[in-house]
């Protein structure tokens, strides 16, 4: 399984910005992705996780009402949708996924992160 986030940038407090997440190499043809972000000196957090099986999605409650995570059918992709962000939302934003189609699952894969910079 290979991911690759991307569409991370610089932007200012109370922006939006897209994250997209490409994935490949899924055997079942089901799959959960979630997103994750460390900060420089702080321990990676968990944002969203979406299953294709089922269609849920599962969000960290501080984050909640801010990110939203979804299924790009046409970029067949997983996306984070990031508002109103705050300079502390700065980070490296990873998508990763399990093995198997749960967000209730350990991670296994992870891609390369993106940088997503807010500037005050």
């Known amino acids: 399984v290979q991911l690759q986030a991307s569409g991370g940038g610089l932007v200012q407090t109370g922006d939006s910005l897209r994250l997209s997440c490409a994935a490949s190499?899924?055997?079942?043809?089901?799959?959960?992705i979630g997103w994750f972000r460390q900060a420089p000196g702080k321990e990676r957090e968990g944002i969203a996780c979406?299953?294709?099986?089922?269609?849920?999605?599962y969000y960290a409650k501080s984050l909640e009402g801010r990110f939203t995570i979804l299924r790009d059918s046409a970029k067949n992709t997983v996306d984070l949708l990031m508002v109103n962000l705050k300079p502390e939302d700065t980070a490296v934003y990873y998508c990763?996924?399990?093995?198997?189609?749960?967000?209730?699952?350990?991670?296994?894969?992870r891609g390369k992160g993106t940088l997503v910079t807010v500037s005050s």
């Open positions: 979406i299953s294709s099986r089922d269609g849920m999605s």
């Open positions: 190499g899924f055997t079942s043809g089901y799959y959960a």
């Open positions: 990763e996924a399990p093995q198997g189609s749960s967000c209730q699952l350990r991670v296994t894969y």
